[in-house]
């Protein structure tokens, strides 16, 4: 039988110490954790995400809390009790629902349990402390306020001119935006189908088949999801297939394809639906033409392009193992239209991937621009003469975007710029970043 009494700060403290101190990746620790205890209550579950994400999300404004009320170094103290407060802040600030009394006490009994049993009284004394003052001691800078790594606030700043708005739309709420499969459903069918199983359906305004959904429990146990009515896909991401100038007939290419999102939209717009109108379409009257080959470096990579595929039953798609940065002669030349959506530092997407700000250095940039670059160069090759290059990322950073298309294009005289835009981070979407290039001969 599911054990019900489960203690729900453990389990977050397991996944945080698994983030903040071992280097796992945030939504793997949660997927992983939420996926054994599924059988919780949906507000349990919805505890175990907040705190644990929260205190991910906010690590570097907690640290700068408790260095207030510690005389011990933050990165001194040991790891489990560092942890332990970093919860603890996080209740005592953004939780107001709990009583601080429980917060209290319930964290220095995980202290006795995690760290020596003399360290419980250091833990008790902070946090009463922190209540004692209603942290009227903090004073907090810029990027701490918004838990932001000075350098990265500063190259925000630098480079855009409003880091403090770019920082707190990553602390916002971020929307699940999902896609229509049109060829399964008409967008209408989709948000009866999930409005049947209680969800919240918001149209987006840009893109007519796609949704904001809200009050989702537990994805996997949506019929439409399982079905395969409909992808999960980012507004900005869904951009790409919307910019990308696909036709009837077109042979695609998708070098960094995994887990397959981009490649998908692809295959669904190489249908051709009754007098173009996606209102109007019927699954009886959809016919298919072209191809879209997606690929990316490992067996894990594709399964889960393979898998995407399987369920939402598209059969204009095929998913194969292949390194972005070898050359394949067999492709010079073969493609309408090639998108290289490039590894990254992901610095677009730090509102749902909040990690990434405790991993990445100015030296990763680098070395991910270095790589981008290298790819484009094998990639160019695959493009016909007036076909297409497509290059985008999910950073904000011009390191990896605007300057590597300047130096690709001053480089290969045969492209040229169509158009590119810079999507910043907001509620709606992620910052994301997409270049159109047309090879001219």
């Not at 397991?14 to 054994?36: C, F, M, P, Q, W």
């Not at 880091?163 to 999902?178: E, K, M, Q, V, Y």
């Not at 146990?221 to 007939?249: C, H, R, W």
């Not at 030296?363 to 695959?382: A, F, G, R, V, W």
Request: hydrophobic share 35%; proline share 3%; net charge neutral.
């Amino acid at each position: 039988m599911p054990d019900n009494n489960v203690n729900l700060r453990r389990v977050a403290f397991d996944i945080v110490s698994h983030v903040l101190e071992n280097g796992k990746y945030l939504t793997d620790a949660l997927a992983d954790t939420l996926r054994r205890y599924q059988y919780l209550e949906k507000n349990k579950r919805s505890y175990i995400s907040r705190i644990s994400r929260g205190v991910v999300e906010r690590f570097i404004e907690l640290d700068a809390i408790i260095s207030t009320y510690s005389t011990t170094k933050i990165n001194k103290l040991n790891p489990n009790i560092r942890n332990i407060l970093r919860m603890a802040v996080y209740e005592l600030r953004y939780m107001d629902s709990i009583p601080e009394s429980a917060t209290v006490n319930e964290y220095v009994k995980l202290s006795s349990k995690k760290a020596p049993s003399r360290l419980k009284g250091f833990v008790n004394g902070i946090l009463r402390n922190m209540i004692r003052d209603e942290f009227e001691k903090v004073s907090l800078t810029e990027n701490e306020i918004f838990s932001m790594p000075k350098w990265l606030y500063d190259k925000f700043d630098e480079e855009y001119g409003c880091a403090s708005d770019i920082c707190s739309a990553f602390l916002d709420t971020n929307l699940i935006t999902i896609r229509t499969n049109l060829t399964k459903c008409t967008p209408e069918k989709l948000k009866t189908s999930l409005e049947k199983e209680g969800i919240k359906v918001n149209p987006i305004e840009d893109v007519k088949y796609g949704f904001y959904i809200e009050d989702v429990d537990y994805l996997n146990k949506l019929n439409a999801f399982k079905d395969g009515l409909f992808y999960v896909q980012d507004l900005s991401s869904m951009m790409v297939g919307e910019i990308t100038p696909v036709k009837p007939g077109d042979i695609v290419l998708d070098v960094c394809a995994a887990p397959g999102g981009k490649s998908l939209h692809i295959a669904e717009l190489l249908y051709v639906l009754e007098d173009k109108d996606i209102e109007k379409a019927k699954e009886d009257k959809l016919t298919h033409k072209g191809h879209v080959f997606s690929y990316d470096i490992s067996e894990e990579k594709v399964n889960l392009i393979r898998d995407n595929i399987d369920r939402t039953g598209l059969s204009n798609i095929t998913a194969e193992i292949k390194d972005a940065r070898v050359l394949d002669e067999k492709l010079i030349d073969k493609a309408d239209i090639v998108i290289a959506d490039l590894p990254c530092s992901g610095l677009g997407i730090i509102g749902k991937k909040p990690d990434i700000k405790s991993r990445i250095n100015k030296k990763d940039i680098e070395s991910l621009s270095l790589l981008q670059k290298d790819i484009l160069n094998i990639c160019k090759n695959y493009v016909k003469p007036c076909g297409t290059l497509i290059y985008s990322t999910c950073t904000i950073s011009r390191a990896e975007n605007q300057d590597n298309v300047r130096t690709f294009l001053e480089s290969n005289g045969n492209f040229s710029l169509v158009e590119e835009t810079q999507f910043l981070p907001d509620k709606k979407q992620d910052g994301f970043y997409i270049a159109v290039m047309k090879r001219n001969s």
